[in-house]
Each structure stands twice: as C-alpha cells, then as structure tokens.
C-alpha cells in the first residue's frame, strides 16, 4: 500500500451509531474509526472476529465487556479480544477513537 495522508473531517462521516458520528480510515490491515457521542450516545452489544483497541480522548465512556463494565476518560484505553461481547455507552459527550485488526471491511462506506 502507498503511504497516504488523512485529514479529520475530509472523509465520509457516518451516523452509524445512535446519537454520534464516525469517520473510518482503512490501511491494509487496520481501520482506525474516529468516533464522537452526544451524551448518551453509543454502540449497541455486538462482537465481531476483530481485536479492537478504544481510547478515550474526552468525556467518559462506559464500555461492557463481557458483562465487565470499564469506565474510560479522557486518556484510558481498553484492548477487547476479537469474538467478545461489548458494547459503548456515553455517559457524557465523548470524543475518542477505535483501532480494529485486521481490516473492518463493513466499515468501508
């Protein structure tokens, strides 16, 4: 694959989730979803084969893990195994990103 250059907001923006926006950037074996929640926003239960790595970079968001709930704010992360349970729930606007392995096809828009 070339090297190639993204710029935030230039790409498609999706109302894939209830009450927030994602942009995703896909290499050739990684997508990296940038992703934004109003409060109360999120991501419904749903797995996926993909290893997903989510980091918050403002607010607090509520992930469930295999019925395991872990709060991340602003500078936490959490690495959720492929196949597993979980969902997202925005307890205050957040802002943050998800890094998926290997590539998340369906994410192409």
Request: glycine share 10%; with cysteine; proline share 5%.
């Amino acid at each position: 694959m070339a090297v190639t250059k993204h710029r935030s907001g230039t790409s498609v923006i999706t109302d894939i989730f209830p009450k927030g926006q994602a942009e995703f950037i896909h290499g050739d074996t990684m997508t990296v979803a940038l992703w934004k929640f109003d409060q109360d926003g999120g991501v419904p239960s749903h797995q996926h084969p993909h290893e997903q790595i989510t980091h918050c970079l403002e607010g607090t968001l509520a992930v469930t893990v295999d019925s395991e709930v872990i709060v991340l704010e602003a500078g936490d992360s959490v690495v959720i195994p492929g196949g597993v349970e979980h969902e997202a729930h925005a307890r205050t606007a957040a802002r943050g990103f998800d890094v998926f392995h290997p590539v998340r096809e369906d994410y192409r828009l």
